[in-house]
Each structure stands twice: as C-alpha cells, then as structure tokens.
C-alpha cells in the first residue's frame, strides 16, 4: 500500500537566519508557519519562520 507524503516545512531562526529545524506540515495549513523555538546559535527561545527549501 503506497504512503502519502507529507509537507516538510524549513524552520529559519529570525535573528541568526540559520536553518535549524524541519517539521512535517499537515494539508490543512495553507499559511506560513511561525514557532517559538529554542536556537542553539543565539542560546535562548527565538521565533522560526518557514522558508522554501
């Protein structure tokens, strides 16, 4: 039985701009995603926007 894929989505950190995170992104969310992450770079919570690949 064959698998659908799934969206990868690429978290860039806003401040240091390195790409630090990928997350799966379901068919229902048309919009850029934008998390609160943890970047290791700058070593406090930062926000992390999608980007293209």
Excluded: G, I, Q
Aim: include cysteine; proline fraction near 2%.
């Amino acid at each position: 039985m064959a698998t659908k894929k799934k969206k990868r989505a690429k978290l860039v950190c806003t401040v240091c701009k390195k790409s630090t995170y990928f997350t799966n992104k379901t068919k229902a969310v048309e919009e850029k995603l934008e998390l609160s992450k943890f970047c290791k770079y700058d070593k406090k919570h930062t926000p992390h926007k999608e980007v293209k690949k």
